[in-house]
């Protein structure tokens, strides 16, 4: 027999209205109340009513969580928060994948994620040119959950340029002067930086450093074979780096594998740090430094944010900073 509302009322110990309110995210409950009707919804399984839903809100209860490649390192432990944060909420979630090369989403006006969502969440660094443009013209609420901004969309964001340059500082204070960095962009020669160049830049600077041409490795996508050629072509450099910044985990373990094959001891001969602190990067040899976001910090306030949006769909857009950790590991003991 199907869990009710009353069910979770009873669990909780509060009224059915109260549990209907936590569900749908209404304001004036106390955190007290919320975490216990949340903890009463998981422990008795509660779902929904989708359908009665749907006739008495106008909402299907689905979201999409869009993200351009479900197999990249971190992005399982996202969507698993998400589909977590989203279902306290009495949300389900579908993940669908954007493809690189395509400049079309896989959003619900565009076939890809079902039809009928409520809202979608785009996991992206790099948001492919017309793809917000094609979207807001659905009148499906989007949350941004990346680095790229749009002022029209609601967005919950690492700070790609802070966290580049705690990074880059990490790499000074263990004794690094020679710092590179892979994963610029192929543009970047001739458009604006990414945040991630901008906050290298910003701290080798700060130093007082100037690093030597080609120093800034662009890469096509955030491949290990990207980060493993562009490191074999800084590991052949006159000026040999003893740091390399990579602006993901899998450019930083082809990195490691690159310096392997020339020869290099990590960290002795040179340091790597790099993004994502993904599992790859915690049980590689040597394990690897990383800049770590929660992902339950980004599922929360994401669904939030899209909550709150259908609420309230002509409030102006929000914009919500995400903390970030420099995890220090092997690949960066300290210069002797």
């Not at 006739?55 to 979201?63: F, K, N, P, S, V």
């Not at 800084?234 to 373990?253: K, M, N, Q, W």
């Not at 790597?272 to 993904?278: E, L, N, P, R, W």
């Amino acid at each position: 027999m199907a869990t009710t509302l009353r069910d979770v009322a009873r669990h909780a110990r509060v009224s059915v209205k109260t549990v209907s309110n936590v569900i749908n995210d209404h304001p004036h409950v106390s955190d007290d109340v919320r975490r216990r009707v949340r903890e009463a919804v998981g422990a008795l399984g509660y779902r929904p009513n989708l359908a009665a839903r749907t006739l008495r809100t106008g909402r299907t209860g689905l979201l999409a969580l869009v993200v351009p490649d479900v197999e990249a390192p971190g992005l399982h432990g996202l969507a698993r928060e998400v589909v977590r944060a989203a279902s306290g909420q009495g949300f389900r979630v579908v993940v669908e994948h954007l493809a690189p090369e395509t400049d079309r989403p896989a959003l619900p006006a565009h076939s890809g994620a079902p039809p009928g969502v409520d809202a979608v969440l785009l996991g992206a660094d790099t948001v492919p040119p017309g793809l917000i443009d094609a979207h807001l013209g659905t009148g499906t609420p989007l949350v941004l959950l990346g680095e790229s901004r749009d002022p029209r969309c609601d967005q919950v964001a690492l700070d790609g340029a802070r966290a580049a340059a705690d990074a880059t500082d990490h790499l000074l204070r263990t004794g690094r002067r020679r710092i590179a960095a892979i994963g610029a962009r192929p543009d970047e020669a001739t458009g604006p930086a990414q945040p991630r160049t901008l906050g290298y830049q910003r701290a080798v600077r700060r130093a007082g450093l100037d690093p030597p041409a080609g120093y800034l490795r662009a890469t096509a996508q955030h491949r290990y074979e990207d980060g493993y050629r562009a490191a074999r072509w800084l590991f052949t450099h006159e000026h040999l780096p003893d740091g390399v910044l990579c602006y993901s985990d899998r450019l930083a373990i082809g990195a490691l594998r690159a310096a392997a094959d020339a020869g290099l001891r990590v960290p002795a001969d040179v340091a790597v740090i790099g993004f994502g602190d993904s599992e790859e990067g915690r049980y590689s040899r040597p394990s690897l430094t990383s800049v770590s976001v929660d992902p339950a910090f980004l599922a929360r306030k994401a669904i939030a944010l899209a909550t709150a949006r259908l609420d309230r769909p002509d409030a102006p857009p929000a914009r919500i900073t995400a903390p970030h950790t420099v995890l220090p590991r092997e690949s960066t003991r300290p210069a002797r």
